[in-house]
């Protein structure tokens, strides 16, 4: 890349200041209109089923298109696109339900069914972890926004507020880095209540060694960027994680401390607890040591201080996987209903559950940002502080939460099936397609999306091209990761590192 266009990429994405909360976050509720509405001509029309081209186009434009929209030529008017996604699906909603639902199809007692089922209970069929389309939503669409925002960024289409502030503030991709580490904690809580069910204890060195399998692919990834990016000469943002490090090596990090976290649990039996213990102690660091001053202007002399924003950020980025582990351990496994709790009453609780959290977690940001009632802390996506951690679980349990209650709401017979099949195809038939391509192979996707993105930038100028053909670019780029991630879920593969 010429030094000259290196400079002037560079500069475009450096001494950012950010974007209001509230408009973050109305740029993110477009997310769970675009579902809504999904939703609404699923259940009311059938529309996604059978899948052809038509409905292809729809789901794409809806779950991929609406948030590239929202984070470019919506960007300064967030409102109007919701009220345009969430009108049809409220009228689509209300006229319909008035109307006389389908006959149910009649579910088949144990006695009629072949085989060793008859002699299993209705209930014992059910899968303990069942599938969550609400959770597929709202993972699909945290991978989606990522991925269009690394490339949209380096596109003058991207409002400056969007992209990562320099040191102090809040912007959508800051959000979007601790969303994808949130969400990560969030099905890792998974392998550890099958070993809660199961009644097995792991001990630290399986732990340690599990984790290291998983962390080597990580790491690899984040040395193939490194000598990538030095090689090429690519634009690079150093106050962003340092000299060498990259979001890969971060990610590559987390396991190994959360295996020796597990230990931990004995003393404090709270993931959300421990979240918030971690970051505190991390802040107390930051405030009452030099460790703040020597992250932000120390000189770059060693290996360390060179890569301190990502090596101290850790300790941030492990608190808000805490927290999103804290979710996962509520809203992943399945409750057996009893004859005075049902499974409607459950969900009920898990969305009044769900709730509190987003209202916990935002109280206390409120308090660690008020100069008035509280500590009168700034976020720092670059420190990792507290108020970040806050803001990030606060954010993320609300969309959660958001994505739950379209669920409740419109397709109940997800949480009422009994049986396991029948609940696995209200679990897909309430799921989007291309969202559940995402979830399936998440990181090898976002892997990819670098990668383009990479080619991108050094094949175009993105800084001097005309609005239309920056869309042009960022809807082909989006159709390419999206048809990607649909031809692995329909050729049956699965990529896990």
């Keep these: 890349m010429a030094q000259s266009q290196k400079l002037l990429k560079e500069s475009f994405v450096s001494n950012l200041s950010g974007g209001e909360i509230g408009e973050i976050n109305m740029v993110a509720t477009v997310a769970p209109a675009a579902v809504f509405l999904w939703s609404a001509l699923q259940s009311r029309q059938s529309f996604f089923f059978p899948y052809g081209p038509v409905a292809l186009v729809a789901d794409f434009l809806l779950n991929v298109g609406a948030i590239l929209f929202a984070t470019t030529l919506y960007s300064s008017a967030p409102l109007l696109l919701n009220i345009l996604l969430l009108s049809p699906a409220i009228l689509l909603y209300a006229i319909t339900s008035a109307a006389k639902s389908p006959k149910p199809k009649k579910v088949l007692k144990p006695s009629q069914v072949d085989g060793e089922q008859a002699s299993k209970t209705v209930q014992g069929e059910l899968d303990p972890f069942p599938i969550r389309p609400f959770l597929t939503f709202y993972r699909g ?7 269009l925002a690394i490339l949209a960024v380096d596109f003058r289409v991207f409002p400056r507020r969007f992209a990562k502030v320099e040191t102090w503030g809040t912007s959508l991709m800051d959000m979007g880095v601790g969303s994808f580490v949130f969400s990560a904690g969030l099905v890792s809580a998974r392998p550890i209540l099958k070993d809660h069910l199961s009644g097995q204890t792991t001990f630290l060195f399986q732990r340690l060694y599990a984790s290291a399998r998983h962390s080597l692919p990580l790491f690899i990834l984040g040395l193939i960027r490194l000598y990538s990016v030095k090689g090429l000469d690519y634009a690079e943002h150093v106050t962003e994680y340092g000299v ?15 295996a020796l976290f597990q230990s931990f649990f004995k003393i404090i039996p709270s993931y959300s ?8 102690i991390y802040q107390a660091l930051l405030e009452f040591t030099t460790l703040k001053a020597y992250i932000l202007v120390a000189p770059r002399t060693d290996l360390l201080s060179k890569n301190r924003e990502g090596v101290f950020s850790l300790f941030g980025y492990l608190a808000i996987f805490l927290a999103g582990q804290s979710t996962g351990m509520d809203v992943l496994p399945r409750k057996v209903p009893t004859a005075s709790d049902s499974n409607t009453e459950q969900r009920k609780r898990l969305i009044i559950r769900l709730a509190a959290w987003s209202s916990g977690w935002s109280a206390l940001l409120f308090f660690s940002m008020s100069y008035r009632y509280g500590l009168g802390l700034q976020v720092s996506r670059r420190l990792a502080n507290l108020p970040y951690i806050l803001w990030v679980s606060a954010f993320n349990c609300t969309q959660v939460m958001a994505f739950g209650l379209i669920e409740t709401i419109v397709f109940p017979e997800v949480y009422k099936a009994n049986q396991r099949h029948a609940e696995r195809k209200e679990g897909t ?4 397609k291309i969202m559940r391509a995402y979830n399936r192979n998440g990181l090898p996707i976002f892997l990819l999306a670098n990668l383009l993105t990479g080619c991108i930038n050094l094949t175009v100028n993105t800084l001097t091209i005309q609005r239309a053909l920056a869309m042009a670019i960022l809807l082909g780029y989006a159709a390419l990761l999206t048809g990607v991630a649909l031809a692995l879920d329909e050729w049956n593969i699965s990529i896990k590192f």
Aim: proline fraction near 6%.
């Design 273 to 280: 607890l421990l979240a918030l213990l971690v970051g505190i």
């Design 141 to 147: 669409s945290m991978l989606v926004v990522t991925c």
């Design 244 to 258: 060498h490090w990259n979001f890969f090596f971060t990610l590559a990090f987390l396991p190994p401390f959360m």
């Design 429 to 432: 038939k309430a799921s989007s």
